[in-house]
Nanobody
Framework: QVQLVESGGGLVQAGDSLRLSCAAS????????LGWFRRAPGKEREFVAA????????YYADSVKGRFAISNDNAKPTMSLQMNSLKPEDTAVYYC???????????????????WGQGTQVTVSS
């Protein structure tokens, strides 16, 4: 059974940086892609970033390109999301997720991820 636990959320000011972490366990050979999603108040869950387990491929949502950086360490195992130049519109609950499908097969769809963490709150004040 795959288990995902997020941490690192908090309250910061616009322009600040924050790093989220996702501790993973129970992976099998079937998990090939790891990703981050977020859900802002009153909004639908949206894709943020994804990375292949081998670290060879990365994909970002247009809204975070140049500001966020995703990384993966299979040895620990853990996944991180470094968030820089944060904006108030980045305020949301952030979730890490794992998929059995390749990152090359539409990594932005929530229905393509099989395992989810409980989420961690990120609040950015203006």
């Amino acid at each position: 059974q795959v288990q995902l636990v997020e941490s690192g959320g908090g309250l910061v000011q616009a322009g600040d940086s924050l790093r989220l972490s996702c501790a993973a366990s129970g992976f099998t050979g079937g998990v090939t892609t790891l990703g981050w999603f977020r859900r802002a108040p009153g909004k639908e869950r949206e894709f943020v970033a994804a990375i292949s387990r081998r670290g060879g491929s990365i994909y970002y949502a247009d809204s975070v390109k140049g500001r966020f950086a995703i990384s993966n360490d299979n040895a620990k195992p853990t996944m991180s999301l470094q968030m820089n130049s944060l904006k108030p519109e980045d305020t949301a609950v952030y979730y890490c997720a794992a998929s059995k499908y390749s990152l090359t097969i539409s990594p932005t769809g929530t229905d393509r991820y099989h395992y989810w963490g409980q989420g961690t709150q990120v609040t950015v004040s203006s």
